[in-house]
């Protein structure tokens, strides 16, 4: 890494599914990241979207949060509570950029049990939630049930290294566009008129907060195991 280059951070939470991700991650983007990973298993995004506070509050417009959850709500019947979590770190994490992995499908239980169908609810009203806001990201991974252990519930070896190069592409894109845009705004900053530079005023655009998540109220329970 060259003396210029700034580290830039990776910070990943997230429950089960975000085993292991880290070190994948680290590994496919090389020197000039710094990947973190906070993994809690079983947990549900009230837990996952309140930890590593204080490492979160200090990222920047160079780094990226990545959230890996879900799944654990849609289970416990708890769609909408989750995407409420979820707003919530959302509306208050405007300091980075943030990603946030679709719930997968579940391949220990039946194509038509009705967790699965909860989780298609699920990835629906989180892509509406956050479709104005552009310093997230939803990364939907084009998964088989070939990259899924034998019990079908969580990713293996080949599924979870096609998940973070999935991420580490989304990643590597997004930091080449920040790049081209600040250039971008240099070349322009240095064309500018010395006396509208002094006098003008700069309008920054506000970065949408999400809007809360409309759900349909849930039927009764849906909880499999």
Do not use: W
């Amino acid at each position: 890494m060259s003396p210029q280059a700034k580290t830039k951070n990776i910070v990943i939470i997230g429950d089960s599914h975000a085993g292991g991700c880290a070190a994948e991650i680290s590994r496919d983007l090389g020197k000039n990241f710094e990947v973190n990973g906070r993994v809690m298993p079983g947990a549900r995004l009230e837990n996952i979207t309140n930890v590593a506070d204080d490492e979160i509050n200090k990222l920047g417009k160079s780094d990226v949060v990545i959230v890996i959850g879900g799944a654990n709500d849609v289970n416990k019947n708890e769609t909408n509570v989750g995407l409420e979590h979820l707003r919530t770190f959302i509306h208050k994490r405007h300091n980075t950029n943030i990603m946030i992995v679709a719930a997968p499908h579940r391949h220990d239980l039946q194509e038509a049990s009705c967790v699965n169908k909860e989780i298609v609810v699920f990835n629906k009203k989180l892509h509406e939630m956050v479709e104005t806001v552009d310093y997230v990201k939803i990364i939907q991974a084009d998964l088989s049930r070939n990259d899924f252990t034998q019990h079908g519930l969580h990713l293996n070896i080949s599924g979870k290294e096609k998940m973070a190069k999935l991420l580490g592409d989304n990643i590597q894109k997004l930091m080449s566009s920040k790049e081209e845009t600040t250039l971008i705004q240099k070349l322009e900053e240095n064309l500018q008129d010395p006396v509208q530079k002094e006098g003008g005023t700069n309008v920054k655009k506000k970065r949408s907060p999400p809007h809360a998540a409309a759900g349909r109220k849930s039927k009764g329970p849906c909880v499999e195991s």
